[in-house]
C-alpha cells in the first residue's frame, strides 16, 4: 500500500497566494511607472508640481 501524502493542501494554498502575489507586486510597478509617466510628462502643470 501506498501511504499518503500529507500537506497537499498547504502547497496548493501556498501556490494560490505566490500567483496572486506576484500579480499584485507586477500590477503595482506597471501603476508605478505609468505615475512616474504621467508627472514627468506634466511638469509645466499644477499636478507636476505635486508629484515632485
Same mark, same amino acid.
Given at each position: 500500500m501506498k501511504k499518503k501524502v500529507r500537506?497537499?493542501?498547504f502547497r496548493l494554498?501556498?501556490?494560490i &497566494?505566490? /500567483?496572486v502575489? *506576484?500579480?499584485?507586486?507586477i500590477t *503595482? /510597478?506597471?501603476f508605478s511607472a505609468l505615475g512616474l509617466h504621467q508627472a514627468? &510628462? =506634466?511638469k509645466h =502643470?499644477?499636478?507636476g508640481?505635486?508629484?515632485r
Open positions: 500537506g497537499h493542501g494554498v501556498g501556490l &497566494l505566490g /500567483i502575489g *506576484a500579480t499584485v507586486s *503595482a /510597478i506597471v514627468r &510628462l =506634466c =502643470c499644477v499636478k508640481d505635486n508629484f
